[in-house]
């Protein structure tokens, strides 16, 4: 070959080298997704390994007359949605220094979810889809919303699942109970609006998943603090039980324990008519769907809950675990080190004053458990204590209930890396209420000034792997992972410890919570 043919096939060459090099680098176009409601378009993450789908309507607006009620079907749009912005976020009542939303703002009109797929999924029948996890938020059932950086699912889509998150109704729109709104009800029931509203975007999900990829048999829900609490309760829910095939809790359930317990509905009712008098000069139901929805959260600063309404809950959430007529699915829960800080600098003689009250003539077995021989010793029981009252014991009655009656597998975590600090929360926190968040979803970059370490970066990692392995299979273990053991009595009550070095250990405090649980509560079916 000639010099001058060499020049033209080597020009050949590279030119094919460099259109197949843009053919392979072509953006993706995402194309609509035919859901019940309408058609959906997502828009690229930047990365264009995920196709978001944001502010996706999955209940009607609860508004006027449909303000405490239970969410009603949404509307059919004719023209295709461009869901690329999240939803209003749900009103709030109160509010947390690290809680920053990125969406137009707070509405009463808020019952959106949003779906992060892989960019790559292709539905087909021939295959059984990704599987799906639903997200829900904590923050009391007064705060919180979808649209806060640390809980984008992205890079949950990033391991091969579906992420998928939605707002509920909160405060006194989620969880008014009155005796007006029973009698309308035609289940007799008032309350838990905001727990209704989960279990219809769980439906939503079960109902179009397979649109854009997913499986609509494999759905895992999992949420944090309430959202926690609410994981308990949708599997405790004859409504929600048979929509999902696992469930993650991050501190936090719905089971009683130090001082806190759900109300009856005539409790609530009585109780919510009594005070809606009081602050607004009527309890009267056709009065206060006409309050506008400044009006009534300008006023509402009382704290509004789940109730048992004997519709969505027909009885306690421990009792229905008890009686087994929970879910029976695999469950993943815990809780981290330092959920909750003491009041003040407690000493060993204020740490032994507050149990001689508390405990009475059982105090002795309390500091036997919680020892303040010393000022230090007594701080560190004094932070255990507040950890386990706030929200570790109720959390442990949960898993230990479902352990019980769940007939499936119950696995365990402690999150104890403490946290390297950020404008919110100093390094000497250790590891705080919500700490985990962004470990699981992938987000730590979000965090103001939060100054990363490898063992973050690592624990992350292992985190994201752990969590979708349970929402692939059911067993959170994986390749490369270190070995998490079921928690159970056969295998001595393994937890896994979340740190810089994770490993199964057997549970070393459990004296503690069966002594607080003769205490509080009836978690262990006694």
Not at 90 to 99: E, K, L, R
Not at 392 to 401: G, K, P, Q
Request: proline share 8%; glycine share 8%; charged share 15%.
């Amino acid at each position: 070959m000639n010099l001058r043919y060499l020049k033209f096939f080597v020009l050949a060459i590279c030119l094919s080298v460099v259109a197949v090099t843009i053919h392979a680098q072509k953006p993706i176009q995402p194309h609509p997704v035919q859901i019940d409601s309408g058609k959906v378009l997502g828009v690229l993450t930047a990365d264009q390994k995920v196709i978001a789908y944001k502010g996706i309507p999955f209940a009607a607006p609860p508004v006027g007359d449909l303000r405490w009620r239970p969410p009603q079907p949404v509307a059919k749009w004719k023209s295709t949605l461009v869901a690329k912005d999240f939803g209003s976020h749900c009103i709030q009542f109160g509010g947390y220094p690290d809680m920053v939303f990125h969406d137009p703002g707070p509405s009463e009109d808020c019952l959106t979810l949003n779906v992060w797929a892989p960019s790559d999924t292709k539905p087909s029948k021939k295959s059984p889809g990704l599987p799906v996890m639903v997200w829900i938020y904590g923050g009391g059932y007064t705060t919180g919303g979808t649209s806060e950086n640390r809980q984008d699912g992205q890079f949950l889509a990033h391991r091969g699942v579906i992420a998928v998150s939605m707002n509920y109704r909160l405060g006194i729109f989620g969880f008014m109970a009155l005796p007006e709104l029973a009698a309308e009800s035609a289940n007799h029931a008032s309350g838990n609006y905001g727990l209704m509203d989960q279990t219809a975007a769980i439906a939503w999900v079960r109902r179009n998943i397979a649109a854009f990829g997913g499986d609509p048999t494999n759905i895992t829900i999992f949420g944090q603090s309430a959202g926690s609490m609410s994981v308990s309760a949708q599997i405790a829910s004859p409504l929600a039980k048979d929509l999902f095939a696992k469930a993650i809790g991050e501190s936090g359930a719905e089971f009683p324990g130090g001082g806190r317990d759900m109300a009856t509905h005539n409790q609530a009712e009585q109780t919510n008519a009594a005070w809606a008098e009081r602050v607004y000069g009527s309890s009267t139901l056709l009065y206060l769907r006409h309050l506008s929805a400044d009006e009534l959260a300008q006023k509402a600063n009382a704290r509004f809950g789940p109730d048992i309404d004997g519709y969505f809950l027909p009885d306690s959430v421990p009792n229905i675990y008890a009686a087994g007529k929970q879910a029976h699915i695999p469950v993943l829960g815990g809780w981290v080190a330092n959920e909750s800080q003491p009041n003040g600098m407690p000493t060993a003689a204020s740490f032994t004053a507050q149990a001689q009250r508390e405990f009475a003539a059982n105090a002795p077995a309390f500091l036997a458990l919680y020892p303040a021989t010393t000022d230090a010793e007594a701080l560190q029981s004094a932070n255990d204590y507040a950890r386990d009252r706030f929200i570790a014991y109720s959390t442990w009655a949960w898993l230990e209930a479902h352990v019980k009656t769940g007939n499936a597998p119950v696995y365990r975590y402690f999150f104890s890396l403490a946290t390297p600090g950020d404008r919110n929360h100093p390094a000497s926190q250790g590891a705080f209420h919500s700490d985990d968040i962004e470990y699981v979803f992938g987000t730590l970059d979000s965090r103001p000034e939060f100054r990363i370490r490898p063992e973050d970066r690592t624990l992350s990692e292992q985190m994201g792997e752990y969590w979708t392995n349970f929402a692939k299979t059911g067993d959170p273990n994986g390749p490369g992972l270190p070995r998490w053991l079921p928690y159970d009595a056969a295998g001595s009550w393994q937890v896994m410890h979340l740190d810089a070095n994770p490993a199964s250990q057997p549970d070393a405090l459990r004296p503690r919570d069966l002594f607080l649980d003769s205490q509080w509560g009836n978690a262990t079916g006694k």
